[in-house]
């Protein structure tokens, strides 16, 4: 089958593998579509950085490796020990994880001291025509979630834990800084909690214009206006619960001092370089700084991947708006990558059809 592995940045090859082998417990997924993440930009412009180029601990698989995890299509083929029919529409949770550390004896899967993801660390991947997992990481999904957008699933997961991991509450004022693809998942995922107001500080045009789409009361571009003071002065001094999802100094700084005494920054995005923050903007005010990564994984792979699927499937979330462009697999470098990289670009969610 053909398949787009990872060899380094700015080395990604469209390949003929053979495909994996079902075992007992496994499951064929035809793939119907795989977004691009950010993770897989990262990899692709500057890695490996998840990416193992030893063998890693739970897959034993390095570099080069098949990519992609944001992945929905249909079960082809299943083990004997599993009761999932064939031809039934799935998602994946990619999370992989040891079984056996301290963090998985808690159930908290994605923190596996040996952990990864499927289309990072081995175990087959999304840019593919078909990959092969553990029943355990495969959420069905109902007609009502068209394949295409179950490809979001992922994605908007991370919007439902981040959410999560803040503890909003209905009723909170929520600021989001950075409305990328997974920036506008929180804005929707704080506006099915029942945030309100939402405000969104993002510096392109275009990303500011889906945000509005995806519910946000008001839109600000920082290179314009000063979103702290507006957040500031529209909520009584400080906002409930701030989320960072740009991935840059000011906007860490930002969301740290945009919220109230005694509320909540969620740091949701990964950092590239070192930034500095102030620590006597946590402590003076007795804030809260919270970290997000990923979601529920493991033998958990449904619950919060079920929130999203349901709320895709009733439409509270929309991942219309996030989709910007639909690829063949062998056009994943120009159309995909080299677009994404280009800061010019409207590009967002790009998905891959292999
Ligand atoms: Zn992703
Ligand atoms: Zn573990």
């Not at 449904?302 to 708006?321: H, L, Q, Y």
Request: charged content about 20%; some cysteine; proline content about 7%.
């Amino acid at each position: 089958m053909r398949a787009a592995r990872y060899h380094g940045p700015k080395d990604v090859r469209i390949e003929e593998i053979e495909p994996d082998t079902v075992g007992p417990d496994d499951v064929r997924i035809a793939v119907q579509a795989c977004g691009i993440c950010g993770s897989d930009l990262g990899e692709y412009g500057g890695g490996p950085i998840t990416i193992p180029e030893e063998p890693h601990p739970v897959t034993g698989e390095r570099l080069p490796i098949t990519i992609g995890h944001e992945i929905s299509g249909t079960v082809t083929q299943v083990g004997g020990s599993v009761d999932i029919p064939v031809g039934t529409n799935v998602v994946i949770n990619p999370i992989i994880w040891c079984g056996s550390c301290r963090y998985c004896d808690e159930g908290k899967y994605r923190l596996c001291e040996s952990g990864g993801f499927v289309g990072l660390s081995g175990g087959g991947g999304g840019f593919a025509e078909n990959v092969v997992v553990s029943a355990e990481k495969v959420v069905p999904i109902p007609d009502a979630v068209p394949l295409d957008q179950a490809a979001l699933v992922e994605p908007f997961t991370v919007g439902v834990h981040a959410v999560s991991q803040s503890e909003l509450e209905a009723g909170d004022s929520v600021a989001v800084f950075g409305s990328g693809p997974i920036g506008l998942t929180v804005v929707q995922a704080a506006v099915a909690a029942g945030a309100a107001p939402v405000y969104v500080s993002e510096p392109r045009d275009a990303r500011r214009a889906r945000a509005s789409e995806c519910g946000a009361t008001e839109v600000m571009d920082p290179t314009e206006v000063d979103p702290v003071e507006i957040i500031r002065d529209r909520t009584d001094g400080g906002i409930d619960v701030a989320f960072e999802v740009a991935g840059v100094e000011s906007s860490a700084k930002q969301a740290i001092t945009a919220v109230k005494s005694g509320g909540t920054t969620t740091i949701v995005s990964l950092f590239e370089e070192t930034v500095g923050i102030d620590p006597n903007d946590i402590v003076m005010p007795e804030t809260t700084v919270v970290g997000t990564a990923a979601y529920q994984g493991g033998p958990l792979s449904g619950r919060e991947f079920g929130t999203t699927i349901r709320n895709v499937a009733t439409g509270v979330f929309d991942p219309s708006p996030l989709v910007t462009s639909e690829i063949g697999l062998e056009n994943i470098v120009k159309e995909g990558f080299e677009r994404l990289l280009d800061a010019q670009s409207e590009e967002m969610k790009i998905l891959v059809r292999p």
